[in-house]
């Protein structure tokens, strides 16, 4: 997850836009009930802790499974909780056995250099780790005790950026962690980033797509992703052979200053601003709100309707399940929606 700021690279949107959405109105006419997920899931983050644990304590039996963000590596590659996370695991591991979620934990190829310090997204670190057969195995190995050591029931591979030279070891590494878990009880998820990254091999483990950072931080102003952009990752996930693959879905936006800057917004920040915005819009196809500030701010965001309409795009192209990215700084307008398509009653 890309939890320092998107780094996406943008899709041709005029190459499939008519296609995907063909695909997606065909599916999903207005007024349509809206698919109920197998699972829904969503992560708590170490660097929004408190937020992200009250809403787990208000919300969490509305989701089957949550994983704690995250586990770095440090310089030689060995997995340690990133600042502040090793305090969050009894909470959650409590919250879990109460509220009836299964815990799991991720990795994050990001590699702590001292408290103040770290390589986001390291390639290098993870390429010396999966290479050598020897190292790969160890690397395997430690990362499942520690997870067992842990309490999770399972863990989601968040290795990015990593060039398709690196597939052979990829897919050999997570052989070898999948039967390293396995042996110990406990489940795997491989996270793939939307447009790149090797790719496991068939039926070794389920995956998560991650459906977002379409426009952002890297970009001018523009929706995080959209049915269209959806309707094009079912590919990325036709490996995973059980569950049809999981789609994650962002509800965080981003504002972009007349001057450049741009911030991330909380889900609950942006709907206050949109509903005050004296200029508002949807898009008439891909469905997803934005609003201009006065002082010329311009806003993209979700809404109820954005992710349902993202949602459904992502059952007519395969994917079964559903991945909230992330808790804290929310509003009971998302958990209504998720209470609602959890129990097949949305609609749009």
Request: a negative charge; glycine letters at 10%.
């Amino acid at each position: 997850m890309n939890h320092s700021g998107p780094t996406r690279s943008s899709w041709g949107l005029g190459g499939f836009w008519c296609l995907g959405m063909t695909l997606f109105l065909a599916a999903c006419p207005p007024g349509s009930r809206v698919a109920q997920p197998l699972q829904l899931h969503a992560w708590v983050v170490y660097f929004d802790a408190a937020r992200g644990l009250v809403e787990l304590q208000q919300h969490g039996s509305l989701f089957d499974r949550v994983s704690l963000f995250a586990y770095e590596l440090d310089p030689e590659g060995v997995p340690q909780p990133a600042p502040g996370m090793d305090q969050m695991i009894a909470p959650l591991l409590g919250l879990a056995a109460e509220q009836g979620f299964s815990p799991w934990v991720t990795v994050v190829n990001d590699t702590r250099h001292g408290a103040d310090s770290a390589v986001v997204k390291d390639p290098d670190l993870i390429h010396g780790l999966i290479a050598d057969p020897e190292r790969r195995a160890a690397h395997a190995k430690e990362l499942a005790e520690r997870v067992a050591a842990d309490g999770f029931r399972g863990l989601h591979l968040d290795y990015e950026g990593l060039p398709e030279t690196d597939a052979r070891h990829f897919q050999e590494f997570v052989r070898a962690l999948h039967q390293e878990l396995q042996a110990r009880g406990l489940g795997l998820e491989a996270v793939l980033e939307p447009e790149r990254g090797p790719l496991p091999e068939v039926r070794t483990t389920s995956v998560t797509v991650m459906a977002y950072d379409l426009f952002g931080t890297h970009s001018g102003p523009g929706p995080r992703s959209t049915p269209a952009y959806v309707s094009q990752l079912g590919s990325r996930a036709a490996i995973d052979a059980d569950s049809a693959g999981t789609l994650a879905l962002a509800v965080r936006g981003f504002a972009w200053k007349p001057d450049g800057e741009v911030s991330s917004l909380d889900w609950s920040v942006a709907q206050q601003l949109a509903d005050r915005a004296p200029h508002t819009s949807r898009g008439t196809v891909d469905r997803v709100p934005s609003a201009r500030l006065d002082d010329g701010t311009e806003l993209w965001f979700e809404d109820p309707e954005s992710l349902l309409s993202k949602w459904q795009a992502a059952w007519g192209t395969g994917f079964r399940q559903l991945a909230i990215w992330r808790l804290g700084g929310n509003d009971e307008r998302l958990f209504n929606l998720l209470s609602d398509v959890r129990q097949g009653s949305a609609s749009r």
